[in-house]
């Protein structure tokens, strides 16, 4: 569900989940990961903050 979200985020500003990881520092495939876990609240927060939404927007369904 977060993944998903992210996806959809990156569709809107028309930038690869690749460019976010790489913008923020993350290792290689790190947000794709996301499908299966849970991210770390501090990764969290910072796509939150790179795609300037409340980090609450990935809890909601």
């Known amino acids: 569900m977060i ?3 992210v996806k959809e985020l ?3 500003k028309n930038v690869s989940i690749y460019r976010v990881e790489k913008d923020l520092g ?3 495939s ?6 299966n876990a849970v ?3 501090d990764k969290l927060k910072a796509v939150a ?3 300037n939404v409340p980090i609450e927007y990935f809890l909601e369904k």
Do not use: G, L, M, Q
């Open 30 to 35: 790190s947000i794709v990961k996301w499908k």
């Open 39 to 41: 991210p770390a609240a």
């Open 3 to 5: 993944y998903e979200k």
């Open 26 to 28: 993350f290792s290689a």
């Open 10 to 12: 990156c569709e809107k």
């Open 49 to 51: 903050d790179y795609f």
